[in-house]
């Protein structure tokens, strides 16, 4: 049996393309940070140390003849990205964000039953295997978003803005408010197979 997530855990990762309020639980991930334009070289480098340590997770752990307490095999969860600016950009903002003002945590979830010292194993494995002096910022992390508005969005990286407008006035009605402008973006298409127009990524932020 497998755990996938595109079924099981619909409301977390497939909401509608209307906001929604929801109470996201604590979960474990590996993440890493960095600061700049996601359009630059550097920031699919992240993106690919990342990765390379959620499928070495996954697959040696699926090899092992022992294995934890509640284990089941897992499709790999999708990357996700919580993003700022920096308190320069903050200090100076005049409504317009410039991406090399960003700063971010990207992380892909971990199933329950992973703990810390096995990443440390596999972290270990995976400087071995694949160098990559990234490798030393990649974390294991608990993180809760706790409550939050959260959409679908479909399209263009660049027109969220139109949605966190729209995700803003559903809080408004509920009597809610927007604890900042940081939010988490969780990425449901490979930017660099699909369509802008058909890119399809989860919108959440903190009330």
């Not at 920096?86 to 945590?105: R, S, Y």
């Not at 604890?179 to 197979?193: N, P, Q, T």
Request: hydrophobic share 35%.
């Amino acid at each position: 049996m497998k755990h996938e997530w595109r079924k099981k855990e619909k409301s977390i990762y497939l909401p509608k393309n209307k906001p929604e309020l929801i109470d996201i639980p604590a979960y474990k991930f590996i993440t890493i940070r960095g600061a700049g334009n996601p359009n630059s070289e550097i920031f699919g480098d992240y993106i690919g140390v990342l990765c390379s340590m959620a499928y070495a997770i996954k697959m040696n752990l699926k090899k092992q003849d022992s294995k934890p307490q509640d284990y089941m095999d897992w499709t790999v969860y999708p990357l996700e990205g919580v993003w700022d600016i920096t308190e320069k950009a903050k200090q100076n903002f005049d409504g317009q964000i410039n991406k090399d003002d960003l700063i971010f945590n990207l992380m892909i979830r971990q199933p329950d039953f992973i703990d810390e010292t096995y990443f440390d194993e596999m972290l270990a494995i995976t400087k071995k295997k694949k160098p990559n002096i990234l490798l030393d910022q990649v974390e294991f992390e608990t993180i809760s978003d706790g409550k939050c508005v959260q959409m679908m969005h479909v399209g263009s990286y660049d027109n969220e803005p139109a949605s966190f407008q729209i995700m803003e006035e559903f809080a408004n009605s509920q009597g809610l408010i927007r604890k900042s402008k940081v939010h988490r973006e969780i990425y449901l298409s490979d930017f660099r197979k699909v369509e802008e127009e058909k890119l399809k990524t989860v919108l959440r932020f903190w009330v």
